[in-house]
T-cell receptor, first 116, second 111 residues
Framework: GAGVSQSPRYKVAKRGQDVALRCDPISGHVSLFWYQQALGQGPEFLTYFQNEAQLDKSGLPSDRFFAERPEGSVSTLKIQRTQQEDSAVYLC??????????????FGAGTRLSVL | GENVEQHPSTLSVQEGDSAVIKCTYSDSASNYFPWYKQELGKRPQLIIDIRSNVGEKKDQRIAVTLNKTAKHFSLHITETQPEDSAVYFCAASTNRNDMRFGAGTRLTVKP
């Protein structure tokens, strides 16, 4: 597609429910990133893939968060046993290889997760 | 890891005035510094970026300056217009693709 696509746009979950958020990166983009953006804050890094390899997951806040990108394209961020503090917008971004020292990331519109 | 701090958190200017947003970073290996604009309910959009081998870059009304020694960089918007109103984020990244964002500046341009 023309840009990074995320689904669903909005998700309401009951506390304790599992959720799965999908990201379709720009075709051919090697790198894929997940961020968590709380209201009024900047995007906080969660995890990063290069093709299917998860190279950095240091930002995942707990073992309830899991991300995968099995074929090096579409990625899914899964949150198990959701809690109220998980409520945020989850942004996905993709980029091609670092070129001339640039790592330009293109963002999706995000999934707004509300945990009741 | 990298820590990016951004100031001010809110900024209000009169249409036509200039706006300056400042960021500092901690990782001396950071070599790429983009700025993103995020309008309410929309995705962050890249507006300008600078690499560490350049001290200043300008694109029409927007300019970015970088001081590697002091580890700070700034966004300058001249002749502000109401449509410039948004949240602006700075970020810093190394060759490890580990981009970290500032907390954002909410810019309001009053007509």
């Amino acid at each position: 597609g023309a840009g990074v696509s995320q689904s669903p746009r909005y998700k309401v979950a009951k506390r304790g429910q599992d959720v799965a958020l999908r990201c379709d990166p720009i075709s051919g983009h090697v790198s894929l990133f997940w961020y968590q953006q709380a209201l009024g804050q900047g995007p906080e890094f969660l995890t990063y893939f290069q093709n299917e390899a998860q190279l950095d997951k240091s930002g995942l806040p707990s073992d309830r968060f899991f991300a995968e990108r099995p074929e090096g394209s579409v990625s899914t961020l899964k949150i198990q046993r959701t809690q109220q503090e998980d409520s945020a917008v989850y942004l996905c971004a993709s980029s091609s290889r670092v070129v001339l020292g640039k790592n330009i990331q293109y963002f999706g519109a995000g999934t707004r997760l509300s945990v009741l | 890891g990298e820590n990016v701090e951004q100031h001010p958190s809110t900024l209000s200017v009169q249409e036509g005035d200039s706006a300056v947003i400042k960021c500092t970073y901690s990782d001396s290996a950071s070599n790429y510094f983009p700025w993103y604009k995020q309008e309410l309910g929309k995705r962050p959009q890249l507006i300008i970026d600078i690499r560490s081998n350049v001290g200043e870059k300008k694109d029409q009304r927007i300019a970015v300056t970088l001081n590697k020694t002091a580890k700070h960089f700034s966004l300058h918007i001249t002749e502000t217009q109401p449509e410039d109103s948004a949240v602006y984020f700075c970020a810093a990244s190394t060759n490890r693709n580990d981009m970290r964002f500032g907390a954002g500046t909410r810019l309001t341009v009053k007509p």
